[in-house]
Nanobody
Framework: QVQLVESGGGLVQPGGSLRLSCAAS????????MGWYRQAPGKERELVAV????SINYADDVKGRFTLSSVKNTAYLQMNSLKPEDTAVYLC????????WGQGTQVTVSS
C-alpha cells in the first residue's frame, strides 16, 4: 500500500511564495514519475510539474516560477511569483507500476 502525505498549502498574496511537500511511504520500489497536478473549480485537472527518470516537465504557465525537486521519496514544489490564477487544489502524483494520488492541498492566491 502506498500513501502520499501533502503539506504546505495556504493563502498567499499575489507575488508571494509557497512550498509544497509530498512524502510517499509504503510499498515503494522504483519511482517512475512524481510531481504535482492541480485542479481549479470548474476546470479539469492539469499537470503542474512532474519528474520522470529522465526529465522534469513543467506546465508552460509555471515555467520560471515553480521548481520541482525531490529527496528520496519526498517531492517539493517551490512556487514563487504566485498569481491569482494559480489558485487551485494541488495534488501530489506518484507513478510506480500504477498511479497514485494524494488528497490534495489548497493553494489560494488572493489579496
Amino acid at each position: 500500500q502506498v500513501q502520499l502525505v501533502e503539506s504546505g498549502g495556504g493563502l498567499v498574496q499575489p507575488g508571494g511564495s509557497l512550498r509544497l511537500s509530498c512524502a510517499a511511504s509504503g510499498s515503494i520500489s522504483s519511482i517512475n514519475a512524481m510531481g504535482w497536478y492541480r485542479q481549479a473549480p470548474g476546470k479539469e485537472r492539469e499537470l503542474v510539474a512532474v519528474a520522470t527518470t529522465s526529465s522534469i516537465n513543467y506546465a508552460d504557465d509555471v515555467k520560471g516560477r515553480f521548481t520541482l525537486s525531490s529527496v528520496k521519496n519526498t517531492a517539493y514544489l517551490q512556487m514563487n511569483s504566485l498569481k491569482p490564477e494559480d489558485t487551485a487544489v494541488y495534488l501530489c502524483y506518484l507513478r510506480l507500476r500504477g498511479n497514485y494520488w494524494g488528497q490534495g492541498t489548497q493553494v489560494t492566491v488572493s489579496s
